[in-house]
């Protein structure tokens, strides 16, 4: 496989990289931490590597350093179609090149002959209640497929370390290919017939997951490209990403890995946000049983506010931008549906809830993220999400799907590298404390409540 070839070269010069690093400087320090970054879920610590992407304060994510509308330019795409195709997305965050629109394609044929899911992978799915989350379901179904796995079979079988990526990159390939084929499904069983829906021969992979479901548009596919380029990474400190991160540095296989981090995108602070983003936007319409003017809009999101409530997609941890992922999104909304009700709610929201945070004075980053827009996109092809469907909603498997590209391209490098299993060390609120009084030349009184406590 020409993929297997272009990592494998690859592999000696950066091995020698890392050793002189840790052999010559690994004593020179990177970052320092602060109590507040403990207690606050270790928020800026630069203690993980990734060369897959970077979020940049100014210019938003990129992956492998290209920026989003460069990728849109760049990257491959099949005649008479706006995106590129996943394909070539794939091989850039694998190899570390944009790839030739041949070695793209090698991709998507490398998909279509491993795209066939186990049977049982529908029982499973079948057999819970009905009621079950759309995300359960997703990362139920990825587990279930651990059975497969090429690296544990080849670990049992005893494997040189040096070459526990290359199983790695067969579990990569062999999840990515069945994805958009399970999330199809769960939503076929949720909100259609049930039915399986192969996919077709001459579609690409992320064109499948629209005809899967029963779209059959060129300007769904094209969205759907799009959808899934902006969100397969995003750096390695995200909770679905560090979680897979975590796991797979046990050797857990793909499979165990990513199902992990699928739970942890499920939750509301990470993947589900797109969700509740969505919902706010539905709340508003309704209330107004239209799109309202600027000034009931402005007066809606200071009453969201003074109730303690956040603005769902809007404010980031890293950017201090507009995010380049709602920007293009945006731009294919513009073209695509610029007269639809929650497209133009959208844009006035955009208009108006960044003044109203800068005036609140609370946000560092007043400006939209990507899931400030996806939802509505997704609505207008007939993609229903959110409380008035059912529990758990379906954008997020989307975002999944997509995610499942980054976190695997990570964990195949993680093991062509020899990443050791990840293990932090924990401290008591005590030693922080005697930290805190040490150097501040302070004693902390305990509370009666905790004066028993004996510490480490």
């Given at each position: ?83 590129p195709f996943l394909g070539g997305l794939y091989y850039l965050l694998l190899v570390g090149r944009i790839p030739t629109y041949e070695e793209g394609i090698e991709i998507e044929q490398e998909w ?54 290359i199983p790695t990159l067969e579990d990569s390939l062999d999840l990515s290919a069945r994805a958009p084929q399970i999330a199809a499904f769960i939503y076929n069983h949720k909100f259609r017939d ?263």
């Amino acid at each position: 496989m020409n993929l297997i070839t272009q990592i494998q070269d690859q592999l000696p010069a950066w091995r020698a990289r890392l050793k002189r690093l840790i052999t010559e400087y690994g004593q020179v320090k990177v970052a320092e931490i602060n109590i507040a970054q403990i207690l606050g879920g270790i928020r800026d610590v630069k203690a993980l590597v990734t060369d897959i992407s970077c979020v940049d304060p100014n210019q938003g994510i990129r992956l492998r350093g290209f920026t989003i509308p460069e990728l849109l330019e760049l990257l491959p795409k099949s005649p008479g179609n706006e995106m590129p195709f996943l394909g070539g997305l794939y091989y850039l965050l694998l190899v570390g090149r944009i790839p030739t629109y041949e070695e793209g394609i090698e991709i998507e044929q490398e998909w279509k002959k491993r795209q066939e899911v186990p049977s049982y992978v529908y029982d499973v799915i079948r057999a819970m209640p009905k009621e079950t989350s759309a995300m359960a379901l997703f990362s139920l179904a990825i587990l279930a497929m651990e059975r497969e796995s090429h690296f544990t079979k080849a670990y049992d079988r005893g494997l040189k370390k040096e070459d526990y990526w290359i199983p790695t990159l067969e579990d990569s390939l062999d999840l990515s290919a069945r994805a958009p084929q399970i999330a199809a499904f769960i939503y076929n069983h949720k909100f259609r017939d049930g039915q399986i829906v192969e996919p077709k021969e001459e579609l690409d992979w992320a064109a499948n997951f629209g005809y899967m479901i029963g779209i059959e548009n060129e300007r769904y596919y094209d969205l759907s490209r799009l959808y899934f380029i902006i969100h397969s990474d995003h750096e390695s400190g995200n909770v679905s990403a560090h979680t897979t991160y975590l796991v797979s540095s046990t050797l857990s296989d793909v499979y165990y890995a990513v199902s992990a981090g699928m739970n942890g995108l499920a939750g509301p602070l990470h993947g589900r946000a797109n969700q509740e983003a969505m919902e706010w936007l539905l709340d508003v319409y309704q209330k107004y049983q239209g799109v309202p003017t600027k000034e009931q809009l402005t007066e809606y999101t200071w009453e969201t506010l003074n109730a303690g409530k956040v603005i769902p997609g809007y404010g980031h941890a890293i950017l201090r931008i507009t995010d380049p992922r709602f920007t293009a999104q945006m731009e294919l909304g513009e073209k695509y549906m610029p007269e639809y009700d929650l497209f133009r709610l959208a844009k006035l929201v955009y208009e108006v809830v960044p003044d109203v945070l800068r005036q609140q004075g609370k946000a560092k980053d007043p400006w939209p993220n990507v899931d400030a827009i996806s939802g509505v996109l997704q609505r207008y092809y007939g993609i229903l999400d959110g409380k008035e469907n059912f529990p758990g909603g379906f954008y997020t498997v989307l975002f999944g799907v997509s995610r499942i590209l980054g976190v695997t391209a990570n964990t195949v490098w993680a093991r062509a590298l020899g990443a050791p299993i990840e293990r932090p060390k924990s401290v008591t609120t005590r030693m922080l404390e005697n930290i805190a009084a040490e150097q501040k030349g302070v004693e902390i009184p305990l509370h009666e409540l905790y004066a028993h406590e004996r510490g480490c």
